[in-house]
């Protein structure tokens, strides 16, 4: 999302050398969504990838659909969501075309709306998935009811939350057991949180700074190793255009943090300890 007109605004060439360092650093999946930079961004990464050195079979691809943006090339005047089956099909399809690829490692319905048809969603999944356009399907934001709304007729292998040390409620809503009893892939965005946002003197910054010195590391490190940390096997989903915060992240999984340390940096964000 950020290597587009909605962050960086990189060239393609920039683009081309950012998949392949990444591909280099052991990173191999990107992560997209129709909407990204207006409905730009995966073209600018489809015509990056095409004049990259690499070929489709290093990496992997996801992509969402639904959200309709306020654009006067779709005449949407509100913003809203759209799962209906054509559209569904349409925007998977546009998706490819952008990308420069024949298929979709996974793809994702972007949020919950209140007004989706299952029958629509389950006949346009089950089309995607014979004609081979898709190979997994998944969500974005959904709560473990909505999952189960859709879940009778569709094999849904991921949902992406927001997920990190100052967003934890998914490891108190039973999200997180939710996914790992259905064999739900979690992945997480805005995996650091706010912890560049919080003041030098609160306890988690203070705290932060204590293990990173311990782990002799850096703070967002030890963020994302405690994310890690959970059985769930979280991916967090890496919003920065920086190749060394992608290298330092990656690097993260080297990281074991002590059970304590875990509990110490989850009751300084918490402010109480646990029950």
Same mark, same amino acid.
């Given at each position: ?24 650093? +052991? ?55 759209? &799962? ?53 399907? +998944? ?38 057991? &939710? ?13 650091? +949180? ?82």
């Amino acid at each position: 999302m950020t290597w587009g007109i909605w962050g960086k605004n990189f060239s393609a060439h920039e683009i081309q050398k950012r998949i392949e360092e990444n591909v280099d650093n +052991g990173v191999t999946t990107f992560d997209h969504a129709d909407i990204y930079g207006d409905y730009s961004t995966e073209e600018a990464f489809g015509n990056a990838f095409k004049q990259s050195i690499l070929s489709r079979d290093k990496i992997q691809l996801i992509s969402k659909c639904g959200i309709q943006l306020i654009n006067e090339k779709r005449k949407s005047f509100v913003k809203h969501y759209n &799962y209906s089956k054509d559209y569904i099909i349409q925007q998977a399809e546009q998706s490819l075309s952008y990308l420069k690829t024949d298929h979709l490692d996974l793809f994702l319905l972007h949020r919950p709306s209140p007004l989706m048809q299952i029958e629509d969603i389950t006949e346009a999944i089950h089309q995607l998935k014979k004609s081979g356009k898709i190979k997994g399907f +998944g969500v974005s934001n959904f709560t473990p009811q909505q999952i189960d709304f859709l879940s009778d007729n569709l094999k849904i292998e991921a949902n992406q939350i927001q997920c990190s040390l100052t967003h934890y409620e998914p490891f108190e809503d039973d999200s997180l057991f &939710y996914h790992q009893k259905n064999n739900i892939t979690t992945m997480a965005w805005s995996p650091l +949180g706010d912890i560049f946002k919080l003041k030098e003197n609160t306890k988690l910054s203070e705290k932060l700074s204590f293990y990173a010195g311990k782990y002799e590391c850096s703070v967002s490190q030890i963020a994302t190793a405690w994310l890690l940390s959970h059985p769930a096997k979280i991916y967090p989903v890496l919003g920065t255009s920086s190749p060394l915060r992608i290298k330092e992240a990656k690097e993260s999984e080297k990281i074991n943090l002590e059970l304590q340390d875990w509990f110490d940096l989850y009751e300084s964000s918490r402010k109480k300890e646990v029950d």
